[in-house]
Each structure stands twice: as C-alpha cells, then as structure tokens.
C-alpha cells in the first residue's frame, strides 16, 4: 500500500503529466475544429492561380476558423493586400456584434495558432452561431459582407450596417432580400477577393425551426441549380474572385439529418465530379474536381 506521501507525490507527477499532455500537439497547421472536414481543389477559374479549399462542418460559428487560417494564409503569402469580403446564403443574418468583454478576448487571440483559434470557435463564440461574421469583421479577418438571408420582418432590417474594427477600418455589411439584388450589389462592386459562405437552411423557406410556417418547405433543386451553375453571372463572379468556400450543415435548422445531407448533394452534383473527397492516390484524374473544368 502506497504512503500517504508517496501517493501525493505520485499524484502531483501524474498532473503535471497530464498538463504537459494538454499542451501536447502534433502539428498546429492541420489542427482544426471538431468534425470538421476540409478539401483543397484547384481554383474554379484560374489555372494559374493556387487552389482554394471548400470546408464543411456542422456549426456555422467554426467558419471563423477556416476564413481567419486562409487570411493568414494569404496575407503571409502576400496574395491579398486586404482581406477577402465575404458572401453569405443564410436563413438568419447572424449579425450580432461582439459586446465589449468580447471583444478583449478577441483582441488577445493569436491568429496564428490553429489550436487557440479553433478553441475560441467551439467554446467563445456563440452557440447560437450567429456572432462568427462581426467577430471576425472586428478582428480584420473579413471585409465588407453580402448577406442574402430571408430573417427580416421590417425595412429598418434590411438597412446596411457598419462595424468598425480594432484598427479603425469600417467594414460595411449589406443585407439582400432577393439573389437578383445580390447579383446585381455585387457586379457593381469593387471586391476582388471572396470568401463564399453557405448554410444549408437558406435553401428553407417555410422553417418551424425558426419560426416561419408550420412545415418545411425548401426551394426546389431546379431553382438551386440555377443559383449556384458555374455560368450563371453571380457564380462567375464569385468563382474568379474565390478564396474559399465553407459549408454549415447544421441539420437541425434544414429539417433533419437527412434534409440537410439531400442539399449537401445538390451542391455537390452541381459542382463536383466525382463527390467532395473522392480520393485515389497516385490517380489525380479520379479525384474530386470541379464539373466544369471536367
């Protein structure tokens, strides 16, 4: 039986064992949040260009994660001289900006550490998932924002909002109720980067979820093909400007599981041949890619 002081003593070599575990980590560059999945594909548009990576995950707050690593990425690369705006089809605006304790802790995360800023994701913002675009706005990560949404009830909610920086930029945020509106706010722009953000639950429109209509009801797949076709004005402009793609699946605000994964598929078909993390090494040809470039 162990002494009473060597048990402490063993304790105390057990916890600081399990510290040095906790600080433990194999490689911080491919470190990201929980479930997450992410692709590299070469770029829809230009060849010449580096490809951009499309990033799937459950919770739409950890597309913080993903937009901060490609500026970083892209800033360290000296590809962009400002961040990339940010596109975004969305049931709900997300909209809501850090208060001010918010935004001390955000001003002391480091950027440049994939495990500090996949934790910040998972345990800081939201759980609402409705912080992740001024959060990231505030710290630079992010320019302007185009939000197509159908979450508005009055005029005043559709008004352009602005959010300054901890730099002092002002980033102005642009809400669409119609993807013409979008179309059209967008070609008439200066962007030249973008990041375009994608949660499944635009593709709603009756939501009891979110309180609109006592079932679900969904655009149909004709209408999203039309949308999201690489010809379509908007695709092409979003395409050549592209930086990367994110994903939010979040099933339970899409009807279901299985809802939500019949619209991954859209997507999917529309984009790609074969599906999204089709890998044969050693054969390029039978991996994923772009349909269009097929």
Known sequence: MESVFNYKDNLRIRQKQI????????????????????QLLSHPINKGQNGIDISIFNDHRYAFFFWNKWTQNLIKEDRINYPPCLVTLDWHQDLVCPEDLEKKYLEKLDLNSNQ???????NNL??????????AAYLNIIGDVYVHCRQGSFDSDWEDDHIIDRYGNTHTIKKFKDYKDLENGLLASDENNVYFDIDLDFFTLQNPFNGE????????????KEMLDH??????WIFK?????????????????????RLLNVINNIWFKPSLFTSYPGQWDKETNWKHLR
Do not use: C
């Not at 575990?21 to 490689?27: E, S, V």
């Not at 209509?213 to 999203?224: A, M, Q």
């Open 19 to 38: 510290l040095k575990m906790k600080r433990f980590q194999r490689n911080d560059e491919y470190l990201t949040p929980p479930g997450s999945l992410s």
């Open 116 to 122: 500090d800023v996949a934790v910040y994701a998972w």
């Open 126 to 135: 939201s759980s609402i998932n409705d912080t992740h675009i001024m959060s």
């Open 213 to 224: 209509g006592p079932i679900y009801t969904y655009l149909s797949e004709k209408t999203i």
């Open 231 to 236: 010809k379509h004005p908007l695709m092409q």
């Open 241 to 261: 400007r592209l930086q990367g793609i994110t994903i939010a699946i979040e099933p339970e605000h899409s009807g279901g599981l299985l809802k939500a994964n």
